[in-house]
């Protein structure tokens, strides 16, 4: 009888402490699980690529920029005409709508602008009726197309890009056009109701003129985060060989402060917070031909062509291979490949690369990592080694 009393006993006392355990968390617990989010990997997407949508891999990807829209008579627009040949279409948004059922957590954006479709910003920032009118269609866009928010890819504020028009005041401008497009989506958001909260994003350049142009103390406040393109520091511009998406800076003295951890401390310095940053990383390479080098010493060395972008899924099958030997740069912790035979070097991204920033991503405390574009992985070997380093 003893016995089953204190085996009662037991049962009973268990089941309180079970109650115990299951009671609602306190308000600094559910702060605690709050905090625990996962680290962002924001993969855009070019719909001018030949490239179906629906079988991109989602379960690692938090966000998916859609590149790109346009601005067509001071207004975000999604453009029918052709990028690189290609002509976009809606069922692109469509396909990455549905990627949702994968992983229902999963936000999509569309990017407005880029390097092509730059030029109507600065007309579309210049005075308080333009950007009233813009930041109305950024609204409407986003609505339209039943997407979580807009990403604005200026390439760049008072800079001349790809021949655009820039002016001074798109330094401030800028500013104000994001501002005025954070009030529209939030007015909107409001108007729903349930809580929803529309994203506003932005691209940013990893160089010094970048940073210069924009008031990074006060854009940070209208934006839940930024992707810098911390890529292209040797591009087609460059009849040189280098590194164009180094982790650290490099033993070159003519451009020696370009890497990813100078243009994440300089956003940092002008103001833009830590944790809204995303660090970008190529899934493309620069290839120089004609390189006039001797033996092995073919860093930072003229060459007969300018650094054309070349994207992973067509040279992954030359490293170590076809003539071509891969090097790793200690200095700017970067690979390279060097075919002697053909005089071609090629600066890329590889698994070792990508290891060390997500781990200097983790250390430094940023939002997470961008990467651009995702058809141009092979058999997403690139992001599944960023995946696999996050976790």
């Not at 306190?26 to 905090?35: D, G, I, L, R, Y």
Request: with cysteine.
């Amino acid at each position: 009888m003893k016995v089953k009393v204190l085996f009662f006993l037991v049962i009973a006392f268990s089941i309180v402490m079970l109650g115990c355990n299951n009671a609602p968390k306190s308000k600094s617990e559910k702060q605690e699980v709050k905090a625990e989010q996962k680290h962002m990997v924001v993969a855009y997407v070019a719909g001018y690529r030949d490239f179906d949508f629906a079988t991109i891999d989602v379960l690692g990807i938090t966000h998916i920029n859609y590149a790109f829209g346009n601005i067509r008579d001071g207004e975000a627009v999604f453009d029918t005409t052709k990028i690189d040949g290609k002509t976009l279409t809606l069922l692109d948004i469509e396909k990455l709508l549905s990627l949702k059922s994968k992983n229902p957590d999963l936000k999509v954006l569309v990017s407005i602008g880029g390097w092509s479709w730059s030029k109507g910003f600065s007309d579309a920032a210049l005075n308080e009726t333009s950007r009233l009118k813009f930041a109305l269609s950024c609204a409407k866009f986003v609505k339209d197309y039943n997407l979580d928010g807009i990403d604005l890819d200026w390439e760049y504020p008072n800079q001349v890009g790809a021949g655009n028009t820039h002016r001074p005041e798109d330094v401030q401008n800028f500013t104000l056009m994001l501002k005025g497009v954070r009030e529209q989506l939030d007015f909107m958001a409001k108007e729903e109701g349930k809580g929803k909260h529309y994203l506003l994003a932005i691209a940013t350049g990893a160089d010094k003129a970048y940073v210069n142009n924009v008031e990074m103390g006060e854009i940070h406040k209208y934006l839940d985060f930024l992707n810098i393109m911390t890529y292209d520091f040797y591009n087609g511009h460059h009849d040189i060989t280098g590194h164009h998406a180094n982790y650290m800076a490099s033993a070159n003295p003519e451009l020696d402060m370009n890497s990813a951890v100078n243009a994440i401390d300089m956003h940092v310095n002008a103001g833009f917070p830590v944790e809204k940053i995303n660090l970008g990383i190529p899934f493309y390479g620069r290839i120089w031909k004609g390189v006039k080098a001797e033996g092995d010493d073919v860093l930072f060395k003229k060459a007969e062509t300018v650094g054309m972008g070349i994207d992973y899924v067509n040279f992954h099958q030359n490293v170590d291979a076809n003539g071509y030997t891969r090097y790793w740069d200690e200095s700017a912790k970067a690979p390279y490949l060097w075919n002697p035979e053909e005089k071609t070097f090629i600066s890329y991204e590889d698994e070792e690369s990508i290891a060390l920033k997500v781990e200097y991503m983790k250390q430094r405390g940023l939002a997470g990592v961008m990467f651009w574009e995702y058809s141009a992985d092979h058999d997403s070997r690139l992001l599944n080694a960023l995946v696999k380093d996050l976790k």
